[in-house]
């Protein structure tokens, strides 16, 4: 059941049972993913951080007012600064990921030169200025402005940014014991990023995803033979309530519509490479199926129509 709780400039709440709820996005506010909080019984735990820490602290505000007890753990999904970048308001906490979500986190998202970083950002947004005047597909443009949005917050917020790693690494499996509730943090590979990590509650049959499971957008794909493989498993497990890492709460049939997502991806670039069809005529005769063509994304279907054709290259020909 999801029963609507409060709302904030960042997200709205849901309450999906007693004590979980999940922290929906509201498009370029500066949560830009979603995130979730759970109650274990004298302490709660935080699943992603948002992408600016002012969204993460209107979250930490709100879980600590609701349940009246403290966030003693956060968990990072993935290294992406849409979910991580709110890390610093549970600096006191326990952060959790896996190694390699650590490893990516330190090399991708350390602020070495802010100064820098600012620069780059403005010159990224003024680029998708140019972008949007240029651009003529509708979706696209939208995409692009939720972008140059979501950007916008990440910048106002760069000056007092500070990345925060996680100090408790897993591999694949980790067990949270609480006095009311277990929890259970799974990676069964890399298939948006690296690693890929969801939170499962079993008494409950509820699951925050991450970026494994995301509603209507062309989300970048990391490795889409391991991706297929993690939500084939995913499939096997008894979840009723699925909180993707973007798009509003669901089932698993979430998760079979990116199954079918990609294993056409995957059955079209085959045939490219079969008839030895370039990559550059294998985008260009592209035509999007109707069910993919109001789905969001900067570069609509055809990044990832790249990076399934880049990693199948030499397999199927
Ligand atoms: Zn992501």
């Known amino acids: 059941m999801v029963n609507f709780m ?28 979603n995130a979730g909080v759970v109650d274990l019984g004298d302490e709660l735990l935080v699943f992603d951080s948002f ?21 003693k753990y956060l968990i990072n999904s993935h290294y992406h600064g849409d979910h991580v970048f709110g890390n610093q308001v549970f600096e006191d906490a326990t952060i959790i990921s896996t190694s390699s979500t650590y490893k990516w986190f330190k090399e991708q998202n350390t602020i070495h030169d802010v100064e820098k ?27 692009l402005l939720n972008q140059y949005e979501e950007m916008s917050k990440v910048l106002e917020e760069l000056p007092h940014l500070e990345t925060v790693l996680p100090s408790v690494i897993f591999e694949k499996h980790l067990v949270i014991h609480g006095s009311k509730r277990t929890v259970e943090l799974h990676c069964l590979g890399g298939g948006h990023s690296p690693s890929d990590t969801f939170l499962y509650l079993p008494a409950d049959k ?27 498993n995913v499939k096997q497990m008894d ?3 699925v909180v ?17 997502y990609l294993s056409f991806l995957i059955k079209k670039v085959e045939y490219a490479q079969q ?43």
């Open 51 to 71: 992408s600016t820490p002012s969204a993460a602290k209107e979250l930490r505000k709100q879980a600590e007012m609701i349940c009246g007890k403290k966030v």
């Open 275 to 317: 008839n030895n069809i370039s990559l550059s005529d294998f985008i260009s005769e592209f035509v999007t199926p109707i069910e993919y063509a109001n789905w969001k994304g900067v570069n609509g279907i055809t990044r990832n129509l790249t990076t399934v054709y880049n990693f199948y290259a030499g397999v199927f020909e």
């Open 206 to 232: 509820i699951a925050f995803m991450g970026d494994i499971i995301t509603e209507k957008i062309h989300l970048p794909i990391n490795n889409p033979k391991e991706f297929l493989t993690i939500l084939e």
């Open 6 to 33: 409060t709302e904030t400039e960042y997200f709205t709440l849901y309450r999906l049972a007693e004590g979980v709820y999940a922290a929906i996005a509201k498009p370029g506010q500066g949560a830009w993913s």
């Open 117 to 143: 970083e600012i620069d780059e950002t403005k010159q990224y947004l003024h680029n998708l200025r140019n972008q949007i005047e240029k651009t003529e597909d509708k979706i696209i443009k939208i995409s």
């Open 239 to 241: 979840m009723d309530t």
């Open 244 to 260: 993707p890492g973007h798009g509003e709460v669901g089932t698993l049939a979430l998760g079979e519509t990116l199954m079918s």
